[in-house]
């Protein structure tokens, strides 16, 4: 794929930048709808499954694509917007997936869509048909995409796509699906936001064509000041609650706390691909338990997936063993009691996975078929060793305890500490 360097200088928004760090402000009150949760019926096995599958079809895609090709798109010029408010959408934890209400066509029909960093193919038509309007043009194009756990095919369309009433995107490239495969009943397709050249390969004929996605559609279009979406979920241990939001073209200073630390996408193939940074992993003050390594930042992925040698690692030092009902590791309540806590150091920051975090929500142990005085972990399997260039997944279960902004404008993954980081929600 033919690169092209292009360096976009705009004043993303007010704050003091540092090499890894930066503090951000936001001067506009971004706009905040409400988010829910929902509880697969399926089980937590089916989940736990497609997980890893997720992870091997992300690095399968990649290999397909050949050792030379490089993400990171950068053909999609866009000039200097100045900075505006920055709005939200809802969205839904289901445990299993989140989601938002998309609007598409006019008048517009509602689609549960998946948000989904891993991929970037917006698409509808899993579970409610789709139905054109005065705003739908079907292309020429087929599209399909494999997710591992799940995939689509069907007619490449463009039309009018709403994400809130100040978030309207016309000529949108929607993936109209004539079938579908792993997506539940009231999931409708999914809303991508992973990095634009995973578009790439998806269509046909036009099997060289990137899609624009949702982010650099609201960009190119004025409506939001720069390519970044972040991400701010809660844990929670109901199956029904109003816990996060997700924010395009700016942050919402009120969802963190301290700084933002800012780090490059990661040079290590795979994880290049996606949203990838390079991280180490220690388990207490002292054991590390994975070494500095490449993965990605995924909320696709609903665990939080290492290395099979760190997994052995954490499993040694903390005594977890794997629970056949469920397929996750499993802890006595006096192992859990003596359980520490997990430290993430990113870009020269160190970020703690408490213990209490570290656990499934017990409250919800009934709903993935465990035992109700059982602790579950979130920590699970990646099911390869280190060493591969994607040795983890910081998933749904990490993101929840810190504000995550993907920026593709500057080309890096921000994290910071939220008033939830230490909840004893679990």
């Known amino acids: 794929m033919l690169l092209v360097n292009i360096v976009y200088i705009l004043l993303l928004l007010p704050g003091v930048i540092s090499r890894h760090r930066s503090t951000i402000k ?21 989940f736990v499954e497609a997980d890893r ?10 290999k397909m694509r050949g050792a030379g090709f490089t993400v990171r798109a950068r053909s999609l010029t866009c000039p200097p917007r100045e900075p505006a408010p920055a709005p939200a959408i809802p969205a839904t934890n289901g445990l299993v997936q989140y ?25 509808v038509g899993a579970t409610k048909k789709f139905v054109k ?34 978030l309207v995107i016309n000529n949108q490239g929607i993936g109209v699906a004539s079938a579908s495969s792993g997506f539940d009943e009231g999931v409708d397709g999914i809303l991508g936001l992973g990095p634009t050249d995973l578009t790439l390969d998806t269509l046909s004929p036009a099997t060289s064509t990137l899609i624009p996605t949702v982010i650099d559609n609201l960009f190119a279009q004025g409506t939001i000041p720069s390519r970044l979406v972040a991400i701010s979920f809660e844990p929670t241990n109901s199956e029904t609650i109003t816990n ?21 996408i990661t040079t290590t193939s795979p994880a290049n691909e996606f949203w990838g940074i390079n991280q180490s992993v220690r388990y207490g003050t002292s054991t590390t338990i ?3 390594t490449a993965g990605i930042v995924d909320t696709g992925t609903v665990l939080l997936l290492l290395a099979t040698n760190a997994i052995t690692a954490y499993k040694k030092a903390s005594g977890a063993v794997l629970d056949n009902t469920t397929g996750l590791l499993r802890l006595t309540t006096a192992q859990f009691a003596a359980l520490q806590s997990l430290f993430f150091t990113i870009g020269g920051t160190t970020f703690e996975l408490t213990a209490n975090a570290q656990a499934w929500p017990r409250n919800l142990n009934a709903d993935i078929g465990g035992t109700a005085n059982n602790v579950y972990l979130i920590v699970g399997d990646l099911g390869t ?26 080309n890096r993954v921000g994290f910071a500490t939220t008033p939830f980081t230490t909840a004893t929600t679990n």
């Open 53 to 62: 599958a997720r992870a091997r079809a992300l690095v399968h895609m990649v």
């Open 26 to 46: 936001i001067t506009h009150s971004p706009i905040t709808l409400p988010i829910a949760k929902r509880i697969n019926a399926t089980g937590i096995m089916k």
């Open 133 to 166: 309007t005065s705003t739908s043009v079907q292309t020429s194009n087929r599209v399909a995409v494999t997710y591992g756990s799940g995939s689509f095919s069907g007619t490449e369309f463009t039309d009018r796509v709403t994400l809130s009433s100040t």
């Open 385 to 410: 060793p280190s060493g591969e260039g994607l040795d983890f997944i910081n998933g749904q279960t990490f993101i929840e305890r810190f504000y995550t902004v993907f920026d593709t404008t500057n």
């Open 99 to 123: 989601t938002a209400s998309v609007g598409v066509g006019s008048p517009a029909s509602q689609f549960s869509l998946v948000i989904d960093t891993g991929s970037s193919n917006t698409w």
């Open 290 to 292: 994975l070494s500095t």
């Open 244 to 264: 996060g939001e997700i924010t395009f073209g700016g942050i919402d200073s009120s969802k963190f706390t301290g700084a933002i630390t800012f780090v490059p």
